[in-house]
C-alpha cells in the first residue's frame, strides 16, 4: 500500500520545523507508527510532511521540577529501558511494553501518540492519570498545556494548527502511592479494547486518600472519569468496595462498537479493568 | 561548471549503508522502505507481509534496531545503516547461529516470517540474552507465523541463546542424524 504522494522535508531545527506548518497541509512525522498507517490506507493525505526525527537533541528523558521531561522524539523502546522513568513512574514503562510490539515500540514516540490522539493508544490513559503538561512550541513561542484539556475529541488536541510538541512533562507517581496499567487489547493490531491507568495514594490508615484515574478505548477520546475517582476517596482498597466504586466509570460517554467489541462489552471491561487496576495500585503503594 | 539537475523535482536521494555496503537511490517520498529494499536494492529477502505493521515480515535492523520496513518511509532512513537477513549467514555459507537454531529445530516451514524472526530474535537476544519461554513469546509478538504454532520459533529461540551464549555447540550433536526424528510424532 502506498500513500498519497507528498513532499517531504526534513527539518533542522523546531523554528524550522514550526515555518514549514505554514503550509495548512502540513503533517508532522516524528516516528511515523500512527501516521504512516493512515496515509497508507489514505485515510490522511497530507501535501508535505515535515520530519523532526533530525533535530538534535530531541530523544530525551530528563528530571526536571519533580517531574519526568520527556523530549519529542523519545520513543517507547527509550521508555522502557529509562532508570529515571523505572524509578519515578514504572507504570509509564510497564505501559510502553503494552504498546504494540517491540518492533514498533522501537520507533513510535510517546509525544507523537499524545499528538495522533488515536481513542485506543495507550498512553493517552497513563499521562491523564500521571497528570502533567505536554509542552508545546508554534509561530508565537512556547507554551505548556494541561493534559486534563489537552484531549478534544477524537484524534484531536488542544495543539494549534502550527504547533509541534517539544516536550512531555508527567508528574512522577508520589511517595506512598502507587499505579497500575490494565490493558484488553485486540490481539493483532494490540490497541487497547479498554485500557485503565490508576494512581492510587493510600492514607495512613490505609484507605485509598485520593486515585487519578485514565481511561482509553472507551470513549472517542481518553478520559479521567471524575466521578470514580472522587468515589475511590475514603475507601478501603477492598475488592468490594472498589467494584462498587468503578460502576459509573463508562457513564456519560458515548462509547465505542465495533467488530471486536460492542459498546456494551467495552463499558464492561471499563468497570472490570478499573477495579483491577486500583486494587493493583494499592498493593504497590502498600510497598 | 555546476551540472543540470536533471532530477524530477519530487525526487530525494537517500544514501544508506546496508549490509555494509553504501546505497545510493532516488526515492519519491512515499516510497516504503521495504521496496526500496526489496524493488530498487534487489534485497528481496525482507518480505512484505500485512503491510500493516503487524505481522513483522519485513523486519530488518535500522541503525541496530528490529523495526518493521513497511511502516518506515526510505527518505525516514536516508544516512542510516540497514542489516537485512541477507546478511546473517556468512559468505561462506554458514548459517548464523540463529538460522542454524531454526534448521535444527525445524522452527520454519514455509519460511515467509522466517527472516524477520530471525532479526526480531536478533534484537530479543542482544537485549535479553538468557531469555524465559515466556519472554521469548512476549518478544516475538510483533512477529506473526501461520504455519508453524511458534513452538519450534520458541525452542529455536531458546537453542540460538544457549549457541550465542556458548552453553551449546554451534552444531547440535542431533542435527548430524540423517534420519531425524519427526516433529510433533507421538
Not at chain 1, 485520593?210 to 478505548?217: E, H, M
Request: charged residues 20%; glycine residues 10%.
Amino acid at each position: 500500500m502506498f500513500p498519497a504522494k507528498f513532499d517531504y522535508k526534513a527539518a533542522s531545527s523546531l523554528q524550522e520545523a514550526v515555518g514549514l506548518l505554514d503550509d495548512p497541509d502540513a503533517k508532522v512525522i516524528a516516528g511515523g507508527h500512527s501516521l504512516l498507517p493512515l496515509m497508507k490506507l489514505r485515510l490522511a493525505q497530507p501535501k508535505l510532511l515535515v520530519d523532526i526525527s533530525r533535530i538534535p537533541d530531541l530523544a530525551y528523558i530528563r528530571v526536571d521540577g519533580g517531574q519526568l521531561a520527556i523530549g519529542a522524539m523519545t520513543t517507547y523502546r527509550q521508555i522502557k529501558q529509562s532508570q529515571e522513568v523505572h524509578e519515578r513512574a514504572p507504570v509509564l514503562a510497564e505501559a510502553a511494553h503494552e504498546v504494540g510490539d517491540p518492533q514498533v515500540q522501537a520507533r513510535g514516540t510517546l509525544a507523537g501518540s499524545l499528538a495522533h490522539a488515536d481513542p485506543a493508544g495507550d498512553m493517552p490513559a497513563v499521562v491523564l492519570a500521571l497528570g502533567g503538561s505536554v509542552r508545546a512550541v508554534g509561530s508565537s513561542g512556547e507554551r505548556d498545556v494541561d493534559l486534563d484539556s489537552f484531549f478534544i475529541d477524537m484524534l484531536t488536541t488542544a495543539l494549534q494548527e502550527r504547533e509541534i510538541i517539544r516536550e512531555v512533562r508527567l508528574n512522577v507517581v508520589p511517595a506512598g502511592a502507587g499505579a497500575a496499567y490494565q490493558k484488553f487489547d485486540q490481539p493483532a493490531s494490540h490497541y487497547a479494547l479498554t485500557g485503565i491507568c490508576a494512581v492510587v495514594t493510600l492514607s495512613g490508615a490505609g484507605d485509598i486518600a485520593s486515585a487519578r484515574i485514565g481511561v482509553t478505548g472507551v470513549g472517542p477520546k481518553a478520559y479521567r472519569p471524575t466521578a470514580v475517582e472522587q468515589a475511590l476517596a475514603g475507601k478501603s482498597p477492598s475488592e468490594d468496595s472498589v467494584r462498587e466504586a468503578v460502576q459509573t466509570v463508562a457513564d456519560g460517554i458515548d462509547v465505542l462498537g465495533d467488530i471486536h467489541a460492542s459498546p456494551e462489552y467495552r463499558a464492561h471491561l471499563a468497570r472490570v479493568l478499573t477495579r483491577r487496576a486500583v486494587l493493583q495500585a494499592a498493593t504497590r503503594a502498600r510497598g | 561548471m555546476a551540472q543540470t539537475d536533471t532530477r524530477d523535482p519530487g525526487m530525494h536521494t537517500v544514501t544508506v549503508i546496508v549490509n555494509g555496503t553504501r546505497q545510493s537511490r532516488e526515492v519519491e517520498p512515499r516510497q516504503l522502505l521495504v521496496y526500496f529494499l526489496r524493488e530498487q536494492l534487489g534485497l528481496t529477502g525482507t518480505h512484505v507481509g500485512c503491510d500493516t505493521s503487524q505481522c513483522g515480515a519485513c523486519t530488518i535492523l535500522l541503525d541496530g534496531l528490529a523495526v518493521k520496513s513497511c511502516t518506515i518511509l526510505a527518505v525516514q532512513a536516508d544516512g542510516s545503516e540497514i542489516k537485512t537477513i541477507e546478511d546473517f549467514a556468512e559468505p561462506s555459507g554458514k548459517l548464523h547461529p540463529i538460522q542454524q537454531a531454526f534448521w535444527e529445530e525445524h522452527g520454519l516451514q514455509c519460511g515467509f516470517c522466517t527472516p524477520g524472526m530471525v532479526i526480531a530474535i536478533d534484537q530479543l537476544l542482544r537485549d535479553n540474552p538468557k531469555p524465559t519461554e515466556a519472554e521469548v513469546r512476549r518478544g516475538l509478538d510483533g512477529n506473526l507465523c501461520r504455519c508453524t504454532g511458534y513452538q519450534n520459533i520458541v525452542k529455536a529461540t531458546l537453542s540460538a541463546s544457549r549457541k550465542l551464549t556458548g552453553e551449546e555447540p554451534f552444531e547440535k550433536p542431533e542435527a548430524m542424524n540423517p534420519e531425524p526424528a519427526a516433529v510433533g510424532a507421538h
